[in-house]
């Protein structure tokens, strides 16, 4: 199957610092990729859809000069948290839909941590 | 208003039992996936489905699109199926059910 290749895994950051995520699609082409943002406990949180070459779209509520997506490459998106705050902790997660029938893979996830 | 419900929402079993996970949605969609994240945050995408039935190992995924309603089955359940099992739908954007937490005790 397709594999999208997430980094880091962990990082841990001081307040105000920006972070970038990346992910890269391994063996296929994300024309498409999806940004996620899950709370402890909770389900996943679809922040918005970046598709290579364009700008990305933001779910209502979420803030997009904080979390900036690019999306410039049909291999690599990136999800950059700027001035990160202590609430900007969490887990995040991409995936991307490949194949036919648009099957989603996702990145194994990167666990934020703003001290 | 939640447009993806999901039951139940925790689930203990014991080791071999036949095992029932319930999703409702109340939009029009094109696919309806079924997600296993384990405890690490990795998540798989288990089926994608838009009418029918699916099968992979143990796995079984049904769909009703009158009804707007899909279950996954896990048969002859394994310590190793504890995880949590999300459904989520494509209707334009996507929308995720709040996921079911499984635990198979040996």
């Known amino acids: 199957g397709a594999v999208v290749s997430q980094h880091p895994s962990r990082v841990i950051c001081k307040s105000g610092t920006s972070v970038k995520i990346e992910c890269r699609s391994l063996d296929f082409q994300a024309t498409t990729m999806f940004w996620y943002r899950q709370f402890p406990k909770k389900s996943l949180m679809l922040m918005a859809t970046s598709n290579e070459g364009s700008k990305a779209t933001y779910e209502q509520g979420v803030e997009k000069d904080k979390f900036l997506i690019n999306h410039a490459s049909l291999t690599l998106s990136t999800l950059t948290v700027t001035s990160a705050h202590p609430e900007d902790s969490s887990f995040y997660i991409c995936s991307a839909p490949a194949g036919v029938d648009g099957e989603l893979f996702f990145g194994e996830g990167s666990r934020l941590t703003v001290l | 208003k939640n447009e993806v419900e999901q039951s139940p929402q925790n689930l203990t079993a014991q080791e071999g039992e036949f095992i029932t996970i319930n999703c409702s949605y109340s939009v029009g969609i094109s696919a309806l996936h079924w997600l296993q994240q384990h405890p690490g945050g990795g998540i798989v995408s288990l089926f994608m489905l838009s009418s029918g039935k699916k099968k992979h190992g143990r796995l079984i995924a049904t769909i009703n699109i009158q009804e707007k309603h899909s279950s996954l089955h896990i048969t002859a359940s394994h310590p190793r199926d504890s995880a949590v099992y999300i459904c989520?739908?494509?209707?334009?954007?996507?929308?995720f059910g709040t996921g079911t937490s499984l635990t198979v005790i040996p």
């Open positions: 989520a739908v494509r209707a334009g954007q996507f929308y």
